[in-house]
Nanobody, 121 residues
Framework: QVQLVEDGGGLVQPGGSLRLSCAASGSIFRIYSMGWYRQAPGKQRDLVAA???????NYADSVKGRFTISRDNAKNTVYLQMNSLKPEDTAVYYC???????????????WGQGTQVTVSS
């Protein structure tokens, strides 16, 4: 079994900051990429940011310059530092990991349970 446990969501005023974390645990052989997606009510789930095991990053245009993704490979943990938050950043944020378990023959996607981020005055 693999678990992705997220932490750090909440309510913040416009212009504020939040830091999300996501720790992967279980029978993990290797984690390839990790990332964050978000889903607002009535909308599809979209990529926010992703990072490879080597540290290469990819961001949605809407968050470039405001959000920073980082990763601690030793802890199987990914972080999302969110600055200059806007009301349109309000969504449920989901952690994602592309990984291979000890017992599987191929890689698969795993998801966290989601954490609510609300940006409002």
């Amino acid at each position: 079994q693999v678990q992705l446990v997220e932490d750090g969501g909440g309510l913040v005023q416009p212009g504020g900051s939040l830091r999300l974390s996501c720790a992967a645990s279980g029978s993990i052989f290797r984690i390839y990429s990790m990332g964050w997606y978000r889903q607002a009510p009535g909308k599809q789930r979209d990529l926010v940011a992703a990072i490879t095991s080597g540290g290469s990053t990819n961001y949605a245009d809407s968050v470039k310059g405001r959000f920073t993704i980082s990763r601690d490979n030793a802890k199987n943990t990914v972080y999302l530092q969110m600055n200059s938050l806007k009301p349109e950043d309000t969504a449920v944020y989901y952690c994602n990991a592309d990984l291979k378990t000890d017992w599987a023959t191929q890689r698969n996607d795993y998801w966290g349970q989601g954490t609510q981020v609300t940006v409002s005055s």
